[in-house]
Structure formats: structure tokens, C-alpha cells
């Protein structure tokens, strides 16, 4: 089973200014790592799936890079909607897995 | 427009069972790998189960921790997925989602229905 540590669990940042967020796989893994933000009482939404893929619609401000075992999702010049729970997943072999979220906070 | 609704859910002591169902709309469900996700403060989110094509034989996968305790199904004629759910824990409260896999992973979601586990 590939475990994906995620961090941070929780970040705090004022708008404009830049989130990363890093997801390290216990396996390689390629480039097959998805992004998903899920508000207070929704349920998740995919915002950029493998190959560091954007969904059509999700804002530019939103990237991922990585391959392999280190991914990174970025936020440019955060805005006060961004705030939400922030999840990774593998989607390169079963079972699917999880990273374990990072809270994103506004000052 | 793309819809998924998950119902069943409910309050069931520990060492019972519970089946979720999930209708699905908007897309073509036959074509679709299904699966169900669950979320709990605890765990986060978990990947639970999943069931494939008519052409795969309908061949499901199970998380380790509901193998042998949960059974997926599918009725592509009436566009729904199935969670059969028995000799039910404590561990596996929480919100579940039904999830297509398609071209993307798990790239529509359901509202969820919440499942509590207690004596």
C-alpha cells in the first residue's frame, strides 16, 4: 500500500500571498497524484487530476508539479474563497490513498 | 449536469449491517468504475470500494479494513451502486460518498450519506 504524508495539517495565510502544500508517496508513483478542495459541508472537488492536469474551470491560480514520490500544489495570490480542506490522492495503484489534509486558514 | 445521491445511511448498533445506495445521472453510469469513499473526523478520507465494468467482469476491490465485511454492487440498468455493509464497527462511521472513475478519479461527488456505528 503507498502511504502519502501530506503537509501541512493546517496553515494560515493572508490574501495574496502564496500556499504550498506537499504530498510525499512512500512509492513512486509516477505522476499519478490529484488534487481535491473540499469547503465546510461539501463534499470534495477535484481540482487537478494526474499529469498535473487543471479541471476545466478551476482558476489558474491553482497548480500541482511532482513526479515520483514529491508533489507540490500550489495556491497564487490566495483570495478569502480558497479557504477549505486541501486533500491529495494516488490514484496509481489500489489501494487509492489519501493524504491526510491540510486546513487552509485566512488572517 | 452530473448527479449522484447516496441514501441508506443511519444509525445502527455495532455488529449490524446497513446497505447505502447511490443513484447516478448526467453521465453514462455503464461506462463508469464506481466507488465508494468515506470521511470521518478521525481517518479523513477513505477510499472504501470499488466495481468495474461488465467487461471486467464486474471485478470489485476492497479496502483491508471493510475486505469481507462490506460487498459492492451495481445495477447499470437503473444507474445505481450498491454498498452492502455488514458486521458493522464503530471505525466505520462517517459520511460516505458514492464517486464515478472515469477519464479522472473520482471527479463528481454526491452529498454523502452519514452512517453512525453506536450501541
Known amino acids: 500500500e503507498t502511504t502519502v504524508t501530506q503537509s501541512p ?28 478542495q ?8 477535484l481540482l487537478i ?19 515520483g514520490t514529491d508533489f507540490v500544489f500550489t ?16 490514484s496509481d495503484n489500489m489501494p487509492y490513498t489519501f ?7 485566512i488572517k | 449536469e452530473v448527479k449522484l445521491e447516496e441514501s441508506g445511511g443511519g444509525l445502527v448498533q455495532p455488529g449490524g449491517s446497513m446497505k447505502l445506495s447511490c443513484v447516478a445521472s448526467g ?7 464506481m466507488n465508494w469513499v468515506r470521511q470521518s473526523p478521525e481517518k479523513g478520507l477513505e477510499w472504501v470500494a470499488e466495481i468495474r465494468l461488465k467487461s471486467n467482469n464486474y471485478a470489485t476491490h476492497y479496502a483491508e479494513s471493510v ?10 440498468s437503473k444507474s445505481s451502486v450498491y454498498l452492502q ?4 464497527r464503530a471505525e466505520d462511521t462517517g459520511i460516505y460518498y458514492c464517486t464515478p472513475y472515469g477519464n479522472y478519479v473520482f471527479d463528481y461527488w454526491g452529498q454523502g450519506t452519514t452512517l453512525t456505528v453506536s450501541s
Open chain 2, 27 to 33: 453521465f453514462t453510469f455503464s461506462n463508469y468504475w
Open chain 1, 99 to 105: 493524504g491526510g489534509g491540510t486546513k487552509l486558514e
Open chain 2, 85 to 88: 455493509m455488514n458486521n458493522l
Open chain 1, 9 to 36: 495539517a493546517s496553515l494560515s495565510v493572508a490574501t495574496g500571498e502564496k500556499v504550498t502544500i506537499r504530498c510525499i508517496t512512500s512509492t513512486d508513483i509516477d505522476d499519478d497524484m490529484n488534487w481535491y
Open chain 2, 67 to 76: 475486505k469481507g465485511r462490506f460487498t459492492i454492487s451495481r445495477d447499470d
Open chain 1, 75 to 90: 495556491i497564487e495570490n490566495t483570495l478569502s474563497e480558497d479557504v477549505a480542506d486541501y486533500y491529495c490522492l494516488q
Open chain 1, 38 to 45: 473540499q469547503k465546510p459541508g461539501e463534499p470534495p472537488k
Open chain 1, 49 to 67: 487530476s494526474e499529469g498535473n492536469t487543471l479541471r476545466p474551470g478551476v482558476p489558474s491560480r491553482f497548480s500541482s508539479s511532482g513526479y
